[in-house]
Structures are given as C-alpha cells and as structure tokens.
C-alpha cells in the first residue's frame, strides 16, 4: 500500500505543459472489456486491446480514433470510434478528461456462423499524468450505448450486440510538442 501510495505521489507531483494545440497523440490501451446482454453466452468479460491517435486541435479540446478488439468466451468484440475529448483543470498535476463520440461495433459468434454489426454512442474519461515530456499514461473508462441488434444464435434469440464498457490504462506518446 505505501508504495502505491508513494507512485501517486510522484505522479500528482509531475509538471504537466503538454496539451499544446497541434499535438499527435499515438496510445496503445489494455484492460478490461465487458459486454452488457451477455450476447454469445458467457461473452461477458475479457482482456481488451486497444490503439489510438489522437489530434489536439485547441488547449481543451482533442479528436480520436479508436479501435478495440477483445476475445470473450464465445464472442470477438470489435469497436472502430471517433470521437472528441474535453480537458478540464488547472493541468498542474495531471490531465483530467470527458471523452464522447460515436462507436460503430461488430461482434463476431465462435460457435456460430453469425455476425453482427452495429452503431452506438459512448460517453466516458480518464486522467492521464505526464511521464516524460512525451510520454503520458493514466486511467480510461469508457460506456457504450449501443443501437442493440438481435439475432438466433445456436437456435436462441439474443441480443448478438449490445451496450459494452472498458476500464483500461491508456500509454500515450506525444508527437509535435514545442520543445
């Protein structure tokens, strides 16, 4: 516990100067994926694997596109989403941010020869700490609601796509920074 609460504090203590407009910003993301509706039976949790770039167009305000995938017992999930990312605060200590946009999913059946595509929206955020004058890493949640498809798999009707979260640590590097 003291040394988790020692990194914290090594963290908060970091400067943070590095949401400049202008900026690239290439993540790689891991961490937790969880379908809501259990499409697929037993596709609910999994090791979600993610990539990101990133464009800070103003100080607060940033565009992303994402791509998740994640193997559930049953299910290959799969999210492509664009959206925008909202930075508040003083950015002494770190970068908080609310994050929004449009999700486009697809979900893929193992034991079925299904697929299933669909739309939604997501809301979430993080807050990233500045590692190194390039290098960011820190928490990032996420919510789906997705437009629910429904379909017969293995001679059941179910929901094949559904609402979905992630809880994942997001490491990011920063290209174009004024040095």
Not at 12 to 40: H, I, K, M, Y
Not at 67 to 88: C, I, K, M, P
């Amino acid at each position: 516990m003291k040394l988790i609460l020692s990194a914290l504090l090594v963290l908060l203590s970091l400067g943070a100067n590095a949401l400049e407009p202008r900026t690239l910003r290439v993540a790689a993301l891991a961490g937790q994926t969880g379908l809501f509706g259990d499409p697929g039976s037993n596709g609910a949790n999994a090791l979600g694997l993610a990539g990101a770039v990133g464009f800070q167009i103003t100080e607060p305000l940033a565009l992303e596109l994402r791509y998740l995938g994640s193997n559930h017992t049953e299910v290959s999930h799969r999210d492509l989403s664009v959206g925008a990312e909202y930075a508040f605060g003083d950015f002494e200590s770190g970068y908080p941010h609310l994050a929004v946009g449009m999700s486009f999913l697809a979900n893929d059946f193992r034991n079925a020869s299904i697929s299933a595509s669909a739309a939604g929206i997501y809301v979430g955020g993080g807050l990233d700490f500045e590692l190194a004058r390039h290098l960011q890493i820190g928490p990032d949640i996420r919510f789906v609601k997705a437009f629910n498809t429904h379909g017969r798999v293995n001679n059941v009707d179910q929901t094949t796509i559904g609402d979905n979260y992630s809880v994942m640590i997001r490491l990011s590097y920063l290209i174009g920074l004024d040095d």
